[in-house]
């Protein structure tokens, strides 16, 4: 490989799965600094910025979150999502609304102008995206698309593992052969049976 991004075409597979995981960190490393530069530009906190972040995504992918849902991937106490989305709905970032499909449910939703704020902070960065993938033919596009899907898929996979309770500590069992207490024996000796067998004995 000579420069970032042009690939020697002699390097075996696990190579180029290496250099993709690389990719994968570096672009995440990259778009974490992006964000803290929203969060500062728009004196958004951090925790603020993930919450918004996970709402955006989820929105865009046509699965909008409820607040229980944001609680579990923020990994904070109920009282502390609560209090959170209170927050962001005070500041005009988000809003509820019914869930369609169950009325019990409230889903979060962005409000325009987070929207138009997020939109036009990352404009800059879609006409650079576009730029750099200009000379790209569509069938690598389809291609990259592809292996991010596969890549995203097994991290999902990787994070429910992580999230998965632990397996229970196999059961020792009992060891019936095992010498019996003290009291057994004394109940043995002092019973019905046993004085049964004494009578029987004289």
Excluded: C, W
Excluded at 132 to 158: E, G, I, Q, S
């Amino acid at each position: 490989m000579t420069k970032r991004g042009a690939v020697n075409q002699r390097l075996d597979r696990a190579e180029l799965e290496k250099l993709m995981s690389a990719d994968l960190r570096m672009m995440t490393a990259q778009s974490d600094h992006i964000g803290r530069h929203f969060a500062r530009q728009n004196n958004v906190g951090g925790t603020d910025f993930h919450a918004l972040l996970h709402i955006m995504v989820a929105e865009t992918a046509g699965t909008p979150l409820t607040a229980a849902q944001l609680r579990r991937r923020m990994d904070v106490s109920p009282a502390a999502i609560t209090y959170l989305v209170d927050r962001m709905m005070e500041a005009g970032h988000i809003r509820r609304e019914p869930d369609p499909e169950d009325r019990r449910k409230t889903l979060l939703r962005y409000e325009h102008p987070g929207m138009t704020l997020a939109r036009s902070f990352f404009a800059p960065l879609g006409a650079h995206l576009h730029a750099a993938l200009a000379d790209l033919p569509d069938r690598d596009l389809a291609a990259a698309h592809r292996v991010f899907t596969a890549m995203m898929a097994a991290m999902a996979t990787f994070e429910a593992e992580l999230a998965a309770p632990a397996p229970e500590a196999p059961d020792k069992g009992v060891d019936t052969k095992a010498e019996p207490r003290a009291d057994t024996k004394a109940a043995a000796a002092t019973g019905p049976a046993a004085k049964g067998r004494r009578r029987a004995a004289r």
